[in-house]
């Protein structure tokens, strides 16, 4: 009977080890296709751009001729942008992802803003384009131009209204992955807090919040490094492909390198397509920057809590 057992099973096990293979070998495909297809892109930029980028190219303002253009005041526009963005999601997420996991009450209107923040996850970066176009560019006009603070800038289409739309744009992605940073800590840590006799927001920010830090920096990383690549919402809102000037103030007029990139690859002459790989070289570089630091305040993190 046994033996019996061993010979019907055995074509099962086959097949089961068969699938398990063929599993792998087609993950592996999969990675290998997409390193193979990364590493060209990163050939053909480099290739292209390399030539191009100098200390001149990124201290000059755009011209019409690709020989004498730089990248200058996009570069600005994208600090600009980058710290505003920044300054607007971090506080914003961590806290309304702290009080909806930790505070918010159990009922159907919690549940209801979770259901709608993870549907805004998804929806459309045009989507936010068009809203900061008629809420901050037009609505909001006299604050978002400096007007109302004496600033002559006439246009609601500046740095702030810019800002303000990329933050609405990763604000979701913020607010889930800190929930989910959150929820990553044990409920021991809380409960032990609390038995000690601390209050639930000195449990909160003495064991949670500690623990929770390297999930929530991780969070941030991946919000702004979708924000410094994204071009529709900014375009949509009216951001500028030629500026010959370095913003000021947050009220002024701007470009970032994406919009200055899709400027010079849209045009037919190959000297801007180098122009344009020279600029995806640039823009690499900041993401690389700005992830670089938050991971080093990461790891920071992580060693003081001895993780």
Same mark, same amino acid.
């Given at each position: 009977?046994?033996?019996?057992?061993?010979?019907?099973?055995?074509? *099962?096990?086959?097949?089961?080890?068969?699938?398990?293979?063929?599993? @792998?070998?087609?993950?592996?495909?999969?990675?290998?296709?997409?390193?193979?297809?990364?590493?060209?892109?990163?050939?053909?930029?480099?290739?292209?751009?390399?030539? *191009?980028?100098?200390? #001149?190219?990124?201290?000059?303002?755009?011209? +019409?001729?690709?020989?004498?253009?730089?990248?200058?005041?996009?570069?600005?526009?994208?600090?600009?942008? @980058?710290?505003?963005?920044?300054?607007?999601?971090?506080?914003?997420?961590?806290?309304?992802?702290?009080?909806?996991? #930790?505070?918010?009450?159990?009922?159907?209107?919690?549940?209801?803003?979770?259901?709608?923040?993870?549907?805004?996850?998804?929806?459309?970066?045009?989507?936010?384009?068009?809203?900061?176009?008629?809420?901050?560019?037009?609505?909001? #006009?006299?604050?978002?131009?400096?007007?109302?603070?004496?600033?002559?800038?006439?246009?609601?289409?500046?740095?702030?209204?810019?800002?303000?739309?990329?933050?609405?744009?990763?604000?979701? $992605?913020?607010?889930?992955?800190?929930?989910?940073?959150?929820?990553?800590?044990?409920?021991?840590?809380?409960?032990?807090?609390?038995?000690?006799?601390?209050?639930?927001? #000195?449990?909160?920010?003495?064991?949670?919040?500690?623990?929770?830090?390297? %999930? @929530?920096?991780?969070?941030?990383?991946?919000?702004?490094?979708?924000?410094?690549?994204?071009?529709?919402?900014?375009?949509?809102? %009216?951001?500028?492909?030629?500026?010959?000037?370095?913003?000021?103030?947050?009220?002024?007029?701007?470009?970032?390198?994406?919009?200055?990139?899709?400027?010079?690859?849209? +045009?037919?002459?190959?000297?801007?397509?180098?122009?344009?790989?020279?600029?995806?070289?640039?823009? $690499?570089?900041?993401?690389?920057?700005?992830?670089?630091?938050?991971?080093?305040?990461?790891?920071?993190?992580?060693?003081?809590?001895? $993780?």
């Amino acid at each position: 009977m046994p033996e019996a057992t061993t010979a019907i099973t055995a074509p *099962r096990d086959l097949r089961r080890v068969l699938y398990e293979r063929l599993f @792998m070998l087609a993950c592996l495909l999969a990675i290998i296709f997409g390193i193979l297809a990364l590493l060209a892109l990163i050939y053909g930029i480099l290739r292209d751009g390399l030539t *191009r980028l100098d200390w #001149e190219f990124i201290t000059s303002f755009p011209s +019409r001729r690709a020989s004498s253009a730089g990248i200058y005041s996009a570069l600005a526009g994208t600090l600009w942008m @980058m710290a505003l963005v920044a300054l607007f999601t971090v506080p914003i997420g961590v806290l309304s992802a702290i009080y909806l996991e #930790e505070f918010a009450p159990k009922n159907r209107l919690t549940s209801l803003i979770q259901v709608n923040i993870a549907n805004l996850a998804g929806v459309p970066s045009i989507v936010y384009g068009l809203l900061g176009l008629a809420i901050f560019v037009r609505m909001l #006009e006299p604050i978002t131009s400096g007007q109302a603070f004496g600033f002559a800038n006439t246009s609601g289409r500046s740095i702030l209204s810019g800002s303000l739309t990329m933050s609405l744009l990763i604000l979701p $992605m913020v607010i889930t992955a800190c929930q989910e940073a959150l929820r990553a800590v044990p409920q021991s840590h809380r409960h032990a807090a609390l038995a000690l006799g601390s209050t639930c927001w #000195e449990a909160v920010r003495h064991q949670v919040l500690p623990a929770a830090l390297p %999930g @929530m920096l991780t969070s941030v990383i991946l919000g702004l490094s979708r924000a410094i690549g994204e071009t529709a919402p900014l375009i949509t809102i %009216g951001a500028l492909t030629y500026v010959a000037f370095v913003p000021r103030s947050p009220f002024d007029g701007f470009t970032v390198l994406p919009i200055q990139i899709f400027n010079w690859a849209s +045009r037919p002459q190959a000297p801007f397509h180098e122009n344009a790989a020279a600029g995806i070289i640039v823009l $690499m570089v900041v993401l690389l920057l700005f992830n670089s630091a938050a991971i080093a305040f990461r790891v920071i993190a992580r060693r003081r809590l001895g $993780m």
